[in-house]
């Protein structure tokens, strides 16, 4: 191409320079997207483990008995399996993918990962906490569904359903424990324990305190000689659950 000021002919930027700013722009966005999903799992990481933390120091489970997981895209983080929750660090982190193929970590994910994944599968869940909380497994091997003793069974979306007994960590537990959690986000395993879960791990963590807490109070008003505890009906239960709607701070 000829300058018609000059009648030289004009110079044209460098191809690798004009196409080096474009490269270089487009790696700095791929950087920046990575660092930003590195990021993301770290923190969730940091979450995940000081919710298993207070589930040992809150007494909702024994040695590395139970899990939690939390998830991240198309992860899903979770706790390795046999770890004591005190010794988990940074560099401890596990992701498996949605199918169970682990993507990150030199542990072995959590031997419940079936239960887990089961839920994100089929429903909006973004953590879940599994434990073998002392008053709800109790309440787990005496009947088939937890008694209406306090509202708060609304905030799991109504009576608490137990799942049969089947062996931990297999594909016909994670089963029962699916139809058991139709329409709730939480349940009992029969001899076992529970699960629940939210779009959060605190609200996750929540659902599997007040589960516990209302088991203990059935067991409590239940063992008195000559009485029989006072129920909710599903009608007053609904009630509650409609109430429970407007709950709390609004944004």
């Known amino acids: 191409m000829t300058d018609h000021l000059t009648g030289r002919a004009a110079e044209r930027p460098a191809e690798g320079h004009a196409n080096g700013h474009a490269d270089d722009r ?5 950087d920046s997207r990575a660092d930003g999903r590195a990021n993301a799992r770290d923190r969730a990481w940091a979450e995940l483990v000081a919710t298993a933390r207070r589930t040992t120091a809150e007494g909702l489970v024994v040695g590395t008995s139970g899990n939690v997981s939390v998830r991240v895209g198309d992860e899903v983080l979770v706790t390795p399996s046999g770890v004591p929750y005190d010794r988990l660090t940074p560099g401890d982190l596990v992701a498996v993918d949605l199918s169970g193929r682990q993507v990150s970590g030199r542990l072995g994910p959590t ?18 906490v599994h434990t073998h909380a002392v008053h709800a497994t109790a309440v787990s091997t005496l009947v088939t569904e937890l008694p209406l003793i306090h509202y708060m069974a609304a905030a799991l979306g109504g009576p608490v359903r137990v799942a049969p007994y089947a062996t931990y960590g297999t594909p016909e537990l994670a089963a029962h424990m699916l139809d058991a959690l139709r329409d709730r986000t939480g349940c009992l395993l029969r001899n076992h324990g529970t699960v629940t879960y939210g779009d959060s791990l605190d609200r996750a963590y929540d659902r599997t305190a007040q589960l516990e807490w209302m088991c203990r ?15 909710l009906s599903e009608a007053q239960l609904a009630e509650v659950g409609e109430k429970l709607k407007g709950y709390g701070q609004k944004p």
Do not use: C
């Open 26 to 30: 487009a790696d700095g966005h791929a």
């Open 111 to 128: 031997s419940e990962l079936p239960l887990h994944l089961e839920i994100y599968r089929t429903t909006d869940a973004s953590a879940v």
């Open 217 to 231: 109070v059935w067991l409590t008003a239940s063992s008195v000689p000559g009485r029989t505890p006072a129920l």
